[in-house]
């Protein structure tokens, strides 16, 4: 299932690809970002098991998978677009710096997790600002 071996490591960075999630029972598109580690399989003659790093472009998430549960993106699957911006909220910016604290990110993660998020999206000259609203009636009408 894996993907063609004869393919050097360089040459997979930053490559859409098809990956399996066993839990999920699905496929997801996913782009490679590294190459992790490599190990030899349990209860397998001869086959290293290769960890790759993939953030997954129609859900802007970033997961540890084996090479084994990759697979080259072909088909109707290639042209579909990215589903998963990274975006900016309007007018929030760290009070020091340009970074953000653990601290804040910690607060903004507990705050939002697990909560339906209304949003109203402005794209701005290759970047997009989005303001977030915890009830759909305070954001009026949804563009």
């Avoid at 999630?21 to 349990?42: A, D, L, N």
């Avoid at 600002?129 to 009636?137: A, I, N, P, T």
């Amino acid at each position: 299932m894996g993907m063609n071996s004869s393919r050097s490591f360089a040459e997979m960075n930053h490559q859409l690809v098809m990956v399996w999630f066993v839990k999920q029972e699905m496929w997801s598109r996913g782009q490679i970002i590294r190459i992790c580690q490599m190990s030899h399989r349990p209860n397998s003659r001869d086959r290293t098991d290769i960890k790759v790093e993939v953030r997954r472009v129609d859900y802007g998430d970033v997961v540890f998978v084996s090479l084994w549960d990759v697979k080259e993106l072909c088909g109707e699957s290639a042209s579909i677009p990215v589903q998963a911006l990274q975006v900016s909220l309007v007018n929030v910016r760290p009070v020091i710096g340009e970074t953000w604290s653990f601290e804040a990110i910690s607060w903004f993660k507990s705050t939002v997790q697990n909560k339906t998020l209304y949003a109203r999206l402005y794209p701005e000259e290759g970047q997009v600002l989005v303001e977030l609203f915890m009830e759909k009636g305070k954001i009026g009408a949804m563009r």
